[in-house]
Structure formats: structure tokens, C-alpha cells
């Protein structure tokens, strides 16, 4: 099966340095209609790019965007197959906490 590419969400044009909170990561998660990525699952991906002077990703801020996406693909390859994170080296391991913090989450609600 070929992966189609979508149109990539792109935080260069919003000009930020600090993305955190829940909120405004739930706004982002809106904004950029997230859930339409989810619902496509492994046809497509998407790339996401954040901006080379974004200083800092909360997993607040990553969670209340991502946090349903990551739970829906239910680990972290089929994650990273639909959203392709673009990003400075620092950016991407802030991510990629993120993404362990969730599916921690997800096995300790499994073994309760």
C-alpha cells in the first residue's frame, strides 16, 4: 500500500518559540483538524514542522494535540508512520517523551 502525503501542518507561519498547555495544544489539535488525520489512519501521513527557533514543547502543550492520536494508533511506530515530526534535534527528543508519557499512560489504565 502507498502512503499518500496530506498537506503539512506547519508552525513556521505562527511564529511561536514556547508551545505549552493543554489548551492551547487542544486548540491546535482544532486548528489544524487533527482528528481528520486519525480517522485517514495508515493511508496517508502528514508532516508536522515546527520552526528552527521553537525553543521549547511542553508534553502539556504535545499531549492535549497529539494525546488522542497516540492512543488511537496504539504505539509508537504506527504514530511516527502517520506524523512525521520535522524539528531541531531537542524538539524532537521533547516529542518523543511525549509520545513514551502517553502509551505509559495508556499501559498503567491496561494493567489496572
Do not use: W
Not at 483538524?33 to 508534553?59: A, G, M, Q, W, Y
Amino acid at each position: 500500500m502507498t502512503v499518500r502525503k496530506n498537506k503539512p501542518i506547519d508552525f513556521t507561519r505562527i511564529g511561536v518559540r514556547a508551545y505549552v498547555g493543554r489548551p492551547n495544544g487542544e486548540k491546535a489539535r482544532v486548528h489544524f483538524n487533527i482528528e481528520d488525520f486519525d480517522l485517514v489512519k495508515s493511508e496517508c501521513s502528514v508532516d508536522v514542522i515546527f520552526p528552527d527557533t521553537t525553543r521549547t514543547i511542553s508534553s502539556s502543550f504535545f499531549l492535549g494535540m497529539f494525546g488522542k492520536s497516540i492512543l488511537n494508533a496504539g504505539d509508537k511506530a504506527e504514530f511516527y508512520k502517520r506524523y512525521n515530526f520535522k524539528a531541531k534535534e531537542h524538539i524532537l527528543n521533547q516529542i518523543d517523551k511525549s509520545v513514551d508519557r502517553a502509551l505509559a499512560s495508556l499501559n498503567s489504565a491496561y494493567e489496572r
